[in-house]
């Protein structure tokens, strides 16, 4: 994907100089590594944090392996040294002193395993879009940004703290397959996609609509979208019309990596 962090500074230079892979680490994982570690503290700089909890998960380009964060580090202490290499099951791989919260991870296994398309998982209990899951609302596209959401959102009801893999297959029908996007219940959101990129600028987008659509609700008074334009607009979206003249897919990605560079260039250690 041409969001990927080498291409992107390859095809117009982020302005961020990137360290070489350690010796005997392979490139494609060294590029992830810091792909996910910018994500990181992007969630950190946002404020979308619970202390040590909730993942990021990213799967290592080409292979069953993905990338997590060492359970009991702040976001903003994640490096990409320090993420953790676990198998699609949650087993960890890396020689790390750092545990990972394997129940934490089972959502985003189950999705790994069923959508072969997503290869990058967040998951946050951010307040804004966490009070939309407190309400038997459906999400609502009400902005320009949000059209990508609709008939991309699937739901799932709260049964308690995910402990086991028991949830799975509800987990795997809610999202079926073309929603990238899952508002749990009483309980948080995930947004998803191809690479880091995709699935942050999708919680994004996602929380700045649910903010409007909140808003909006406690008017009393919304103006909706027509379903056709929605979808029209959805697909400038999906389809990179919607990017205009930028260089890259996202141009807010490059962006926000030297925002992260310039607060905290250990990031990228």
């Known amino acids: 994907m041409d969001d990927a962090i080498g291409n992107v500074n390859g095809k117009i230079g982020m302005g961020t100089a990137l360290p070489q892979a350690p010796v005997g680490m392979d490139d494609n994982e060294w590029e992830a590594r810091l792909d996910l570690a910018a994500c990181y503290r992007m969630v950190s700089y946002y404020g979308w944090t619970s202390v040590v909890y909730n993942h990021i998960t990213l799967r290592i380009p080409g292979t069953d392996k993905f990338l997590i964060n060492p359970f009991g580090l702040r976001y903003d202490e994640i490096s990409a040294s320090n993420l953790i290499t676990i198998d699609i099951d949650g087993n960890k791989l890396s020689d790390s002193p ?20 997503l290869h990058c998982i967040i998951h946050t209990h951010e307040p804004i879009s966490q009070s939309l899951c407190a309400t038997n609302s459906p999400a609502i596209p009400l902005t320009q940004e949000g059209c990508q959401f609709y008939e991309r959102v699937g739901y799932h009801d709260f049964k308690g703290i995910v402990l086991d893999g028991t949830e799975g297959p509800l987990i795997v029908e809610a999202l079926g397959e073309k929603n990238h996007t899952l508002v749990m219940r009483n309980h948080g959101m995930i947004t998803a996609g191809p690479n880091c990129a995709w699935a942050f600028v999708r919680h994004l987008a996602f929380i700045r609509n649910t903010e409007v659509q909140l808003t909006a609700m406690a008017s009393g008074s919304m103006n909706l979208i027509n379903p056709e334009v929605m979808e029209r607009t959805r697909q400038q979206f999906e389809g990179g019309s919607a990017s205009a003249n930028a260089l890259v897919r996202h141009p807010e990605w490059p962006a926000l990596i030297r925002l992260v560079d310039k607060l905290d260039p250990t990031w990228k250690e």
Not at 98 to 117: I, L, M, Q
């Open 98 to 117: 750092w545990p990972v919260n394997k129940a934490g991870y089972y959502v985003h296994s189950t999705v790994h395993k069923a959508r072969s398309d």
